[in-house]
């Protein structure tokens, strides 16, 4: 298919807009793309720094607006480092701000990680045996506190006896 603008070139990019239910497809060369400011590439190029930051801007205009007047005075008290600046170079300047962008660092985890927040590790197929159960009875006994808290008596029992059962697994006596 050759561009619909030049009518020299192959098409080799294809764009389709939807404006209140009419949808118009253009098939153009790049050369035509970027004269017709369909798409702009940066001077540089597209580096992996641009594609993760396009994680930290929001779609919704109105959300970018309101976020903007609020961050534009959120500085970090020690370094200086302003959020805008955390959103263009892509690192913090210091530890303390970790605190000072608290707010704004879970949705970018959220993300970035798939929508976890935490990092809970992994364990090793052939060596975690041990380790996998001892997380396993962390689990139960945490579990346990919140059946005792409610007052969950005979669920809390059930879950008592497999603490133990897992104990016998390996071979300690934890109490």
Same mark, same amino acid.
């Given at each position: ?14 764009? !389709?807009?939807?404006?209140?239910? *009419?949808?118009?497809?253009?098939? &153009? ?7 017709? +400011? ?15 930051s396009g994680l930290f801007t929001s779609t919704n205009e109105n959300q970018q607006n309101t ?32 605190? !000072?962008?608290?707010?704004?660092? *879970?949705?970018?985890?959220?993300? &970035? ?7 809970? +590790? ?41 603490i133990k059962e897992l104990e016998k697994e390996i071979g300690g006596d934890e109490a």
């Amino acid at each position: 298919m050759e561009c619909q603008e030049c009518h020299k070139r192959p098409a080799t990019l294809h764009f !389709t807009q939807v404006i209140n239910g *009419d949808k118009t497809e253009v098939y &153009v060369c790049e050369v035509c793309a970027k004269e017709k +400011g369909y798409m702009t590439y940066p001077e540089e190029g597209y580096s992996l720094h641009h594609l993760l930051s396009g994680l930290f801007t929001s779609t919704n205009e109105n959300q970018q607006n309101t976020a903007r007047q609020q961050t534009s005075n959120l500085q970090c008290p020690q370094c200086e480092m302003t959020l805008s600046e955390f959103k263009r170079v892509g690192k913090f300047g210091c530890s303390q701000c970790y605190q !000072t962008f608290e707010d704004y660092l *879970d949705p970018i985890f959220r993300r &970035v990680h798939s929508g976890n927040t935490t990092h809970h +590790g992994k364990i090793p197929a052939r060596k975690g045996g041990d380790m996998r159960i001892r997380k396993q009875v962390d689990a139960y006994r945490d579990e346990l506190q919140r059946l005792i808290k409610n007052e969950a008596f005979e669920e809390a029992a059930t879950v008592r006896d497999k603490i133990k059962e897992l104990e016998k697994e390996i071979g300690g006596d934890e109490a």
